[in-house]
C-alpha cells in the first residue's frame, strides 16, 4: 500500500515535506482545484535532513532538545530555548538556524558535539525567511520569525496532528466538512478521525438513512433501487444544510448523491473534501487527474473544493489521511479568508443552490 500527498497553495513557491514535495499553485478556480496527494500515511512524515555544513562542524550528534517556549505574537512568533549547563561559553556564533518559508531547524555547536535544539521542522504557517534574527543572552537562545501573515494566530509551532486541528478549527468558524468519495468504508473511517481532531460531531449518512427508513443499506438497493438510495440522501445532505460543527462521511460510487452532478446544491453549505481513490504514481499525476476530472466532468467528485487523492487504503492510515485533509483545510482557508464566511451567509440566506453567486454588498466575509 502507498499513499500519496501533493497540496497546492496559495503562493508561488515549494514546501519541502520530508522527502516529499508539495507544489504551490496560483488560488484555486471553480476549474482548478485545490489538490491533496498523501504519499505513505502508514509512515509518520518527518524531516530527516540535516544542513551539510552542520554535519562538517562536528563528528557527534547530541539528541534534540524539545524544552523551548512559544509566542505568537500577531505579525511574529518567538521561540527561546534554554542553554545546556557546561563550563564553555555560548555566543551568537554558535547557534545555527535553518529558516526556510514553511520550515526551521536549529542546531549550537558545543566542543566537542552538535546539539540538534530542534530537528528540521515544519511549521504551522508560513514566515518571512530572509526576516529570521536571533540572539544568545546568559540563559537562553531566542529566535524571532516573521510570519507572512499576521492575521493567522498560530496555535503552535510545529504543524502536526495538534496544532493542525486547533488551527483550522479556529479557521473553519463553524462551517461543516462533507466527505465524498467512491468508498463508503474510507469516508466514513476518515470523518470519524477528522471530527475528533477538529472536536466536531461525525456523522455517518449510512447511519442517518436506516435508523429514518428501518431498513439496512442492502435491503434499501435491493427493495428500491440504487436512485431512490442517492435521491434519499441528498433529503438527508438538505437537511443538514443548517448543522455547524460537524464532518459527514457520505455514501460511497453510484449510491452517494455525490456521484450525481446534479445532486451537488446540497453539498454547499460545507467545504466539501474528495477522497480520491488514486492511480496516480506522483503529485503532479494526481494534480493532472484531478484537474482533468473538473474540465471533463467525468467525475462529480471533480465540484469538491479540495481532493485527497489515496493509492491504497488500509483503516490504521485514517489519522494520516484525516492529516492531509486537516492540510488541505488550512491552506484553502487561508488562501481565501471569506470562504467561512460565505459558506455561513450561504446557510443564513437559505441554502438556495447559488452558492458561487453569494454575497452581501458591505460585508466583510472574512470575519463573518
Not at 438497493?221 to 448543522?243: C, F, P, Q, W, Y
Not at 459558506?343 to 452581501?360: A, F, H, P
Amino acid at each position: 500500500m502507498s499513499y500519496m500527498l501533493c497540496l497546492q497553495t496559495a503562493s508561488h513557491g515549494v514546501l519541502k515535506l520530508g522527502y516529499q514535495l508539495c507544489l504551490a499553485r496560483p488560488v484555486p478556480s471553480p476549474c482548478h482545484p485545490l489538490v491533496c496527494l498523501v504519499p505513505n500515511p502508514s509512515r509518520v512524515l518527518r524531516f530527516s535532513t540535516h544542513a551539510a555544513s552542520y554535519r562538517a562542524l562536528a563528528s557527534t550528534y547530541e539528541s534534540p532538545t524539545s524544552d523551548y517556549e512559544f509566542r505568537d505574537d500577531k505579525g511574529e512568533v518567538e521561540l527561546k530555548f534554554k542553554l545546556p549547563a557546561g563550563n564553555y561559553k555560548i555566543g551568537a556564533s554558535n547557534v545555527f538556524v535553518d529558516a526556510q518559508d514553511t520550515c526551521i531547524s536549529v542546531a549550537l555547536a558545543l566542543p566537542n558535539s552538535l546539539l540538534n535544539v530542534l530537528p528540521s521542522t515544519r511549521l504551522y504557517g508560513r514566515i518571512k525567511a530572509s526576516e529570521t534574527v536571533w540572539f544568545v543572552d546568559e540563559e537562553e537562545i531566542v529566535i524571532s520569525l516573521k510570519k507572512l501573515d499576521k492575521e493567522i494566530t498560530w496555535p503552535g509551532l510545529v504543524e502536526d496532528w495538534e496544532n493542525l486541528s486547533r488551527g483550522v478549527s479556529k479557521l473553519l468558524k463553524g462551517v461543516p466538512v462533507y466527505l465524498v468519495g467512491e468508498s463508503s468504508e474510507i469516508n466514513r473511517t476518515v470523518a470519524q478521525k477528522l471530527a475528533e481532531g477538529l472536536q466536531y460531531v461525525p456523522l455517518l449518512t449510512v447511519e442517518l438513512l436506516e435508523k429514518a427508513t428501518k431498513k439496512s443499506l442492502k435491503q434499501m438497493i435491493t427493495e428500491d433501487g440504487v436512485k431512490a438510495v442517492s435521491d434519499a440522501e441528498a433529503v438527508i445532505m438538505r437537511s443538514l444544510n443548517s448543522h455547524g460543527r460537524v464532518v459527514v462521511g457520505t455514501l460511497g460510487g453510484e449510491y452517494g448523491a455525490a456521484f450525481c452532478s446534479g445532486k451537488w446544491a446540497c453539498f454547499h453549505a460545507g467545504v466539501t473534501i474528495w477522497l480520491s481513490q488514486s492511480t496516480a504514481a506522483d503529485e503532479q499525476s494526481a494534480e493532472a487527474e484531478a484537474k482533468r476530472a473538473r474540465q471533463e466532468q467525468s467525475k462529480a467528485y471533480a465540484n469538491a473544493e479540495a481532493v485527497v487523492a489515496l493509492s491504497g487504503w488500509q483503516e490504521e492510515g485514517a489519522q494520516q489521511v484525516a492529516e492531509g485533509c486537516l492540510r488541505a483545510l488550512k491552506y484553502l482557508l487561508e488562501t481565501d479568508k471569506t470562504i467561512a464566511g460565505k459558506k455561513n451567509l450561504y446557510v443564513r440566506l437559505g441554502c438556495q443552490g447559488d452558492w458561487r453567486n453569494v454575497s452581501s454588498p458591505g460585508l466583510d466575509l472574512s470575519n463573518a
